[in-house]
């Protein structure tokens, strides 16, 4: 075996294969990419052209896309932890949850976030009006959901969890989820009790003076 994940400490989407790899401790070699640095940058994107994190090269294949990544750890390296159920329709569920979380969730929080980055004269008011009212949608639904849960599909944790930690840590720190979706925020509480989360969370500390408050 031979894992190497490139990534960025505070990249989100990468918290959420890393939560994946500490669950089952899957070896692998961490590559920090800086895309600020040209030269890192071009050779991260001959792996994929894209330049989005994570990407995980399993011997001399890329694997890109968080969710494609923890799919195959999960048949090539499996562990402790089953983050596709073998039930046809709990996986249906999970994966359902999955891209709930990063179309819904995720993607709308790196556009607020995202927001607060960009110089005046280039911010966008109105995407991140309508980014911060889907975002409102989602954790309703997600505390509705919530309140008679352990985790996003039941009892075991999976995929769907790796998928809902990060976006609603970084949410968390825009818009404190307790103030009116108290059942969203224990199970976040949850997730970073979670010693694979607690790592990941414990890693990104010095970067954290980063993130745009």
């Known amino acids: 075996m031979s894992l190497t994940l490139h990534f960025h400490p505070l990249s989100s989407f990468c918290h959420k294969v890393l939560i994946a790899l500490y669950e089952n401790d899957t070896p692998f070699e961490r590559r920090i990419v800086n895309l600020m640095n040209p030269a890192e940058a071009a050779a991260f994107k001959k792996l994929w052209p894209m330049g989005q994190f994570p990407v995980l090269v399993d ?3 890329a694997v890109p896309e968080s969710s494609v990544i923890i799919e195959h750890l999960d048949q090539h390296y499996p562990g402790k932890t089953k983050f596709i159920p073998a039930d046809p329709k709990v996986a249906l569920q999970v994966r359902l949850k999955d891209r709930f979380y990063d179309w819904h969730l995720h993607l709308h929080m790196q556009k607020v976030v995202g927001d607060r980055l ?24 997600v505390d509705a959901e919530m309140a008679d849960r352990t985790w996003a599909v039941g009892d075991e944790f999976t995929l769907a969890d790796c998928a809902a930690g990060p976006p609603l840590f970084y949410i968390n720190k825009v818009f404190p989820l307790a103030a009116n979706h108290a059942n969203a925020a224990r199970y976040l509480e949850r997730l970073l009790k979670r010693p694979s989360y607690a790592r990941v969370i414990e890693e990104a500390q010095p970067y954290f003076n980063m993130f745009p408050v």
């Open 118 to 141: 960009r110089p005046e004269g280039r911010k966008d008011p109105h995407g991140v009006e309508d980014a911060s009212r889907r975002i409102s949608i989602a954790l309703g639904m």
């Open 59 to 61: 011997g001399g294949t």
